[in-house]
């Protein structure tokens, strides 16, 4: 596997389960991210992680839950969402924080679908 | 406030003609940086180019090119002799020194056979 890698590519989960998406970078990277990006609507930062520590969690909901056990995994625990939260989670990392020195590669995306 | 605003929507276009993506930005940063991704279908954000605010040098790369003026905060993007492949929507994006990633809302761009 080289790059970024999302999985799974496609969710479809009801309002009352519990699933989570996995994020894995294959880059040596030292940092993570994850995004949503919504039908007509700019890419949103949801969270960052800089060497396993949480360092950006932008006002997102409490149903969604991330976690970083290590520099190279990522992932996102999602319970009790909303048909609102249907949309596009792409992952991706950076050597480091220093974005503009370091530009971020993203993965394929996880497209989840709340019924 | 960082903005970055890419006023064309869609843009349809037949093989072989060239294309150009306009995006302007903001920022009362000296020191930023500006990118240009591709998001083809499969969903993925794929890197095209990045650029810091002192370096005004165009840049080609192959069928593409990047024609960046401060002097208008523009940081256009000009495909080459298009080809269906390059079908995708393109995102211009602005940062200063750190990690934030200010998208413009991104240019779907359509190559006819």
């Known amino acids: 596997e080289t790059g970024v890698t999302q999985t799974p590519r496609h969710l479809v989960m009801g309002m009352t389960n519990k699933k989570s998406l996995k994020c894995e970078q294959h880059?040596?990277?030292?940092?993570m991210y994850w995004y949503k990006q919504s039908a007509k609507k700019p890419l949103e930062l949801m969270f960052v992680?800089?060497?396993?520590?949480?360092?950006e969690n932008n006002s997102v909901p409490s149903r969604f839950s991330p976690e970083c056990p290590n520099s190279s995994h990522l992932f996102l625990h999602l319970h009790t969402l909303q048909p609102e939260d249907s949309a596009l989670y792409l992952c991706?990392?950076?050597?480091?924080?220093?974005?503009?020195?370091?530009?971020?590669?993203f993965g394929p995306g996880t497209r989840l679908t709340v019924t | 406030a960082q903005k970055v605003t890419q006023a064309q929507t869609e843009i349809s276009v037949v093989e072989k003609e060239d294309v150009t993506l306009d995006c302007v930005y903001e920022?009362?940063?000296?020191?930023?940086?500006l990118f240009w991704y591709k998001q083809p279908p499969s969903g993925e954000l794929v890197f095209l180019i990045r650029?810091?605010?002192?370096?005004?040098q165009n840049e080609i790369s192959g069928r593409y090119s990047w024609n960046f003026q401060k002097s208008t905060s523009s940081f256009n993007f000009t495909i080459t002799a298009s080809q269906v492949v390059d079908s995708a929507v393109y995102f211009c994006?602005?940062?200063?020194?750190?990690?934030?990633?200010?998208f413009g809302a991104g240019t779907t761009v359509t190559v006819r056979a």
């Open positions: 920022t009362r940063d000296t020191t930023y940086y």
């Open positions: 991706a990392s950076s050597q480091d924080l220093r974005g503009g020195t370091y530009e971020q590669y």
């Open positions: 992680y800089s060497l396993e520590e949480r360092v």
């Open positions: 880059l040596g990277h030292n940092a």
């Open positions: 994006a602005l940062s200063d020194a750190d990690y934030k990633l200010s």
């Open positions: 650029r810091n605010s002192f370096d005004e």
